[in-house]
């Protein structure tokens, strides 16, 4: 079965600083797609970046950077500098192209990490 | 206006009353879905549906029950509310793959006195 893992609840650090955010996966599918998500104070859910497993490439936008690594199933999330504005609580999210335990494809996510930057 | 709206954004009830959730949509998908998130157990699938005449359960359903009224349109129903449904609930459409992102409606905080 699919299995998402954000083995850290609560991050805190000090505007500036370098913060990673873990994201483990469990999948028998060959093919499939990683997502992260952004929940700000507000509440909103804010779609950030999709891959899928035929690509590892890294992606860098801006300050954001995503490191997928399929050896270890893992699709990490970097936020160089962090900015008071990054505090929010982020999910990382799996889905498979096929229907493996009856999955359907949808979206399975993390239980989320709660990043707090200050100032 | 927002591609997904949900109503009510929030909502205070009393045990054993029976409450609805609407949400529609604007962006033309067939795939929509409701989840609810507690903190500390991130979003959890209640129901989906990948077209009118297609409804399924989700990983937690029970308690509750929905309608696809139209493509655009798809409510959840708790027919007799309990405090531990108290949670945000958000709706969320997808396109008609198994590789796109799930677009999100505002969420819906409901407490359940």
């Known amino acids: 079965a699919q299995k998402v893992t954000q083995a850290q609840t609560e991050i805190s650090v000090v505007e500036k600083e370098d913060v990673t955010l873990d994201c483990v996966y469990e999948?028998?599918?060959?093919?499939?797609?990683l997502f992260w998500y952004k929940q700000p104070p507000s509440g909103e859910l804010v779609f950030l970046i999709r891959?899928?497993?035929?690509?590892?490439q890294n992606e860098i936008s801006g300050r954001y950077s995503w490191n997928f690594q399929k050896s270890t199933s893992s699709f990490n999330f970097t936020i160089t500098a962090s900015q008071v504005v990054d505090s929010a609580v982020y999910f990382c999210?799996?889905?498979?192209?096929?229907?493996?335990?009856?999955?359907?494809?949808?979206?399975?996510f993390g239980k989320g990490t709660k990043l707090s930057v200050k100032p | 206006d927002a591609d997904v709206t949900q109503t009510p954004r929030n909502r205070i009830t009393k045990t054993g009353k029976r409450i609805m959730l609407e949400c529609s949509q604007t962006k033309g998908h067939d795939r929509m879905y409701w989840y609810r998130q507690d903190p500390g157990l991130g979003l959890r699938l209640i129901y989906y549906?990948?077209?009118?005449?297609?409804?399924n359960k989700g990983e937690i359903s029970d308690g509750y029950s929905v309608s696809r009224q139209a493509q655009a349109k798809f409510s959840l129903s708790l027919e007799s509310a309990i405090p531990n449904q108290t949670a945000l609930y958000f709706c969320a459409t997808r396109d008609s793959t198994n590789t796109g992102e799930l677009f999100f409606g505002e969420g819906s905080r409901l407490t359940v006195l």
């Open positions: 999948t028998r599918d060959t093919t499939y797609y």
């Open positions: 891959r899928n497993s035929f690509d590892e």
């Open positions: 999210a799996l889905s498979e192209q096929g229907n493996y335990g009856g999955s359907q494809g949808n979206l399975i």
């Open positions: 549906s990948f077209d009118v005449k297609d409804i």
